[in-house]
């Protein structure tokens, strides 16, 4: 078996420490025998999201970042 993991915006929502997040996820994925892929969305991504099983954000100051307005 094998899982996908988008992690979204991580350069700038990571302000609890997401990362922390995303490892712990993956090493209890590891443990059952599941092989994770880790992607990194960002703002110039070019990244397929139809291929993603599990989307991750983390959270900024505002709760509303403007950047997501935007899209």
Same mark, same amino acid.
């Given at each position: ?34 092989? %994770?892929?880790? %992607? ?9 999201l139809?291929?993603?099983? %599990? ?17």
């Amino acid at each position: 078996m094998e899982l996908t993991i988008c992690h979204m915006y991580p350069d700038l929502l990571n302000l609890y420490g997401d990362i922390g997040n995303i490892i712990n996820l993956k090493k209890r994925c590891e443990w059952r025998g599941i092989k %994770v892929n880790i %992607v990194n969305f960002t703002v110039d991504s070019d990244v397929d999201l139809g291929e993603t099983d %599990v989307f991750f954000m983390g959270e900024d100051l505002t709760g509303v970042n403007p950047l997501f307005i935007q899209i």
